[in-house]
């Protein structure tokens, strides 16, 4: 297992993180949600030598995805989505499935409840969670496709079944800080520290 090169990014106008994530030995990268603008996306991948292979939505909202697929076709990316989505994906994935950036392994998790297309992104010791859970609160769940029940099980079905030291990086800057380990989010999320559906539906449904 190589190093992987992760660079977030803060883009547009409502507080967007979009992520590079690049495999240290053949430089083969992926952007996770392309946000607002391109160029300084382009431009980071360039600094670090890295080739777009793949541009992957966390989920249909525009605000994550409305350059996707001019990203891809300028950078020769394919856009990846998951196959619940309304999107035009080159590829369709589905839950566990994996993208391979070379010698790494990409893990998708299907998360609906914010939308129904919603996934987060795997990679080592890491999780890009999109609009699924942010750092300090998680995802609106009031609009269409959304669900207070499926994001709950998302939550703590999914999510918190990762490793302590599993770092999240979410799809938007809410937090106090940009990342955190999910240890330490648990203790002081609200949607994390839910001892039930009922005490999440209480707060977020
Ligand atoms: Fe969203």
């Keep these: 297992m190589t190093e992987l090169i992760v660079r977030q990014l803060k883009v547009g106008t409502m507080d967007n993180f979009v992520y590079i994530i690049g495999d240290e030995k053949t430089k083969e990268a992926a952007v996770i949600d392309s946000g607002w603008e391109i160029d300084p996306i382009m431009d980071a991948a360039v600094k670090d030598g890295l080739k777009i292979k793949y541009a992957i939505a966390t989920h249909e909202h525009f605000d ?3 350059t996707l697929r001019e990203l891809a076709e300028r950078s020769g990316a394919k856009v990846v989505v998951h196959e619940n989505s309304p999107l035009n994906g080159d590829v369709r994935v589905g839950d566990g499935e994996t993208l391979e950036l070379g010698g790494e392994k990409l ?3 299907h998360t609906p409840g914010h939308t129904e297309d919603g996934i987060c992104i795997s990679a080592g010791m890491k999780l890009f969670t999109g609009d699924t859970l942010f750092i300090g609160t998680c995802g ?4 269409p496709g959304g669900s207070a029940r499926k994001l709950f099980e998302s939550l703590h079905g999914v999510i918190m079944k990762l490793p302590a030291q599993t770092l999240i990086y979410p799809g938007h800057d ?3 800080v ?3 380990a999910l240890e330490e989010e648990s203790k002081r999320n609200p949607a994390l520290m839910a001892r039930n559906v009922e005490e999440f539906l209480a707060l977020f449904g």
């Design 64 to 66: 994550h995805t409305k």
């Design 178 to 180: 940009w990342f955190r």
């Design 107 to 109: 893990k998708v998790l």
């Design 140 to 143: 609106r769940t009031d609009l």
């Design 174 to 176: 809410y937090g106090d």
